[in-house]
């Protein structure tokens, strides 16, 4: 990771992240309002490294899609494809630990209903 492109995309990338660590209750207007100070660096490093994944994930995904437009090859896209630009287009909106989130609730759901129906 040495070409300027390179560190563009890594300026851009810790930038949005930061971003979106300190102001995703701003944004998602979640009350921070009399919160204490692990609750916040919580939040931070939650929305942090939610916006970071998914600026991984796109760094995965640009290279193949250029390349795919540069030699105008036909698009074959595989599942890992498709779910490194789901997660890299819901981290980058901000959205990746509200989707983590409720996946894991969920799944705790449906093995609590499972749970009761065995007994």
Same mark, same amino acid.
């Not at 070409?3 to 102001?23: E, H, M, Q």
């Not at 204490?36 to 929305?47: R, S």
């Not at 890992?80 to 890299?88: E, G, K, R």
């Not at 990746?96 to 969920?106: C, E, N, R, W």
């Given at each position: 990771?040495? /070409? ?5 995309? !890594?300026? $851009?990338?810790?930038?949005?992240? @930061?971003?979106?660590?300190?102001? =995703? %209750? +701003? ?23 939610? /916006? ?5 994930? !796109?760094? $995965?995904?640009?290279?193949?899609? @250029?390349?795919?437009?540069?030699? =105008? %090859? +036909? ?45």
């Amino acid at each position: 990771m040495s /070409s300027w492109p390179d560190l563009a995309f !890594l300026a $851009v990338a810790l930038g949005a992240s @930061v971003f979106y660590g300190a102001k =995703a %209750c +701003a944004i998602f207007g979640v009350d921070a309002a009399g919160k204490h100070w692990p609750w916040k660096v919580h939040q931070f490093w939650l929305n942090f490294s939610g /916006s970071f994944t998914g600026w991984l994930a !796109l760094w $995965v995904v640009i290279p193949r899609v @250029v390349t795919c437009v540069i030699e =105008a %090859c +036909a698009p074959e896209l595989s599942v890992s494809d498709v779910a490194l630009f789901f997660v890299a287009f819901v981290g980058v909106t901000g959205f990746l630990p509200t989707a983590i989130i409720g996946l894991v609730l969920s799944i705790k759901e449906v093995v609590a209903k499972l749970a009761g129906l065995l007994k």
